[in-house]
C-alpha cells in the first residue's frame, strides 16, 4: 500500500504546486476559453491548458514510481497518452476537426488492442454471451476505447464533473486492482486520481482552470486501459472469494454510468433529429439540472452521488447472476438519470 500512497502523493503535488503558474502562463499568453452563449455555461474567462498538468503529474509519478520489473504496461500507456495529449492539446489552442480526432482515437485503439494486446475477451454471461472470437474481440475492445474516451470529452462541460467523476473512477477501480494485487494497474489508477484530486481545488465550481480535451481526453484513455485489465482480469489470481463472484462487466458499467448514459442518450437524441452525434448542443443531464436552477456546484455533487448510488448498487447485488445485476443497474441508471427531465416538463 506503500507505493500507492506515494504515487498518489506524487502526482498531486506536481499538480498542486504547478497549476498556479501555469494559469498564469495561459492568461498572459492568452490560452482560456471566453463565454459563449449559445452552449457554454461559464460567463467568464478561463484558461482552458489543465490537461497539461493532469497528464505531466500522472505519467511522471506513474514512471517514477513504476511497480514492477516488466515495462509492457509503460510502454504502451506512454506512448498512447502522448499521443492523444497532442491531439488535445491541438484541440485546445487552435480547434480539430471531428473527424480528426475520432481518426486519433482509432488508431489508439488499435495500438491498445492490437500491440499492447489489451482486448476484452469475453461478456461474462451478460446477454448470454461469454467467450468472444478473435475478431469480435478487437473490434468491442477497440469500439470500448473510442466510447469511453469520447464519453469523458463530453461530459467536461461544468465545474469539477469530469475530474471528480474520473476521480470516483480512478480510486475505486484503484481499490479493486490493489485488492486483486495487480500492482501496475493500481499505480495507474492512483497516479491518475492524485492529479484529479488536486486539480480539483482549481476546477470546482467556480473553477480558476479548465482541463481542454488535453485533459478529458487522457482521463478517457487510462480509465479505458483500467475498464478493459478489469473486465479480462484472470480469475484464477484473484485471492478474496468475494472479488470473484463479482461480475466485472457490470462493475465497470456502474462507474462509468454518468459518461456512458449520457453520451449514448445525445448521441441518439442528435441522431434522431438527423444532426451529426458530434454536434454541440445543450441536451446533457447536466444542462437539464442546471436549467432546473441548480448551480455548479449543486449539479456536480448531483452526478457525484448518482455516480456513487448506481455503484453502490452493483456491489449490492454482486452475488446476483450477471444478467439481474445488469438489469438492476440498467433500470436504476434510466430512473435516476431521467428524473431532472421528468420534472422540467412538470414545471413547463
Same mark, same amino acid.
Given at each position: ?30 490560452? &482560456? ?15 482552458? %491548458?489543465?490537461?497539461?498538468?493532469? &497528464? ?12 514492477? %520489473? ?16 497532442? %491531439? ?51 473490434? &468491442? ?199 431532472? &427531465? ?7
Amino acid at each position: 500500500m506503500d507505493y500507492l500512497l506515494l504515487v498518489f502523493i506524487t502526482a498531486a503535488c506536481i499538480s498542486l504546486f504547478s497549476i498556479p503558474a501555469l494559469i498564469k502562463v495561459a492568461i498572459l499568453k492568452r490560452l &482560456f476559453d471566453a463565454p459563449d452563449g449559445e452552449r457554454k455555461v461559464h460567463n467568464r474567462i478561463v484558461p482552458t %491548458v489543465g490537461g497539461i498538468i493532469i &497528464f505531466a503529474a500522472t505519467l511522471f509519478s506513474y514512471a517514477l514510481w513504476y511497480p514492477v %520489473v516488466d515495462a509492457h504496461d509503460l510502454k504502451y500507456i506512454t506512448a498512447t497518452s502522448l499521443l492523444l495529449f497532442f %491531439v488535445g492539446i491541438k484541440d485546445d489552442i487552435i480547434g480539430t476537426a471531428p473527424i480528426k480526432k475520432l481518426l486519433s482515437f482509432i488508431i489508439i485503439s488499435f495500438i491498445l488492442v492490437l500491440l499492447a494486446n489489451q482486448r476484452i475477451t469475453s461478456m461474462h454471461g451478460i446477454f448470454g454471451i461469454y467467450a468472444m472470437t478473435n475478431a469480435w474481440q478487437i473490434l &468491442f475492445s477497440t469500439f470500448t476505447v473510442i466510447v469511453i474516451i469520447n464519453a469523458f470529452n463530453l461530459i467536461d462541460g461544468i465545474d469539477g464533473l469530469a475530474a471528480g467523476i474520473g476521480l470516483i473512477a480512478c480510486c475505486t477501480l484503484g481499490a479493486w486492482f490493489y485488492l486483486v494485487q495487480d500492482a501496475s494497474m493500481a499505480a495507474l489508477a492512483f497516479a491518475l486520481a492524485g492529479s484529479l484530486a488536486a486539480f480539483l481545488v482549481f476546477n470546482f465550481a467556480p473553477a480558476k482552470l479548465f482541463m481542454g480535451d488535453s485533459g478529458s481526453l487522457i482521463i478517457g484513455l487510462i480509465i479505458s486501459i483500467l475498464v478493459i485489465r478489469c473486465i479480462n482480469y484472470d480469475v484464477g489470481k484473484i485471492q478474496h472469494n468475494q472479488l470473484v463472484t463479482f461480475s466485472r462487466p457490470v462493475f465497470v458499467l456502474s462507474i462509468l454510468v454518468y459518461p456512458l448514459y449520457d453520451t449514448f442518450r445525445v448521441f441518439l437524441l442528435r441522431i434522431l433529429r438527423g444532426e451529426s452525434p458530434f454536434t454541440a448542443d445543450k441536451k446533457h443531464i447536466h444542462h437539464a439540472l442546471l436549467s432546473l436552477g441548480c448551480s455548479h456546484r449543486t449539479t456536480t455533487l448531483i452526478l457525484y452521488a448518482f455516480t456513487l448510488i448506481i455503484i453502490s448498487i452493483s456491489l449490492l447485488l454482486h452475488a446476483q447472476s450477471t444478467l439481474v445485476q445488469f438489469v438492476c443497474v440498467l433500470l436504476a441508471t434510466i430512473v435516476i438519470a431521467q428524473l431532472p &427531465f421528468f420534472i422540467k416538463r412538470r414545471n413547463a
